[in-house]
């Protein structure tokens, strides 16, 4: 019974697709910080055991939280949900959240303060 079980854990980690390496994310944000998200700061991104240095090149839209309809923003106030671009300083491995919460969830850190500002889910890393 144990090789039996032992045998379908392996087949288990054979069938996993690998992570995406990649600099370059699609992302959904929930902004935490009073400052409000503005196309082009640089924050530090911790994903997973990874710190990177990391862009907000696109804010694509707002979630309009009352409708869940996506509108045009040009920044995104506190408490605010995006869809945004991000571009990385290093390629990082990373999977769209749905597919795996570990390597798909991240966070967004104020550079001088230390603050964080933004919890993400990856939608889809560009390759």
Not at 14 to 34: D, K, N, Q, Y
Not at 88 to 101: F, K, Q, S, T
Request: charged share 20%; glycine share 6%.
């Amino acid at each position: 019974m144990l090789y039996e079980s032992k045998a379908l854990f392996e087949d288990q980690l054979a069938a996993a697709a690998p992570a995406a390496v990649t600099g370059h994310l699609a992302a959904t944000l929930a902004w935490m910080s009073e400052r409000p998200l503005q196309p082009g700061q640089r924050y530090l991104m911790k994903l997973a055991t990874a710190t990177v240095a990391a862009t907000v090149t696109v804010l694509r839209d707002q979630v309009d939280v009352n409708t869940l309809e996506r509108v045009p923003a040009a920044v995104l106030p506190l408490n605010g949900i995006g869809h945004v671009e991000l571009m990385l300083d290093c390629p990082v491995a990373c999977d769209p959240y749905r597919d795996n919460r570990d390597t798909g969830g991240f966070i967004l850190i104020d550079r001088i303060g230390n603050d964080t500002v933004a919890a993400g889910l990856i939608e889809s890393p560009y390759l």
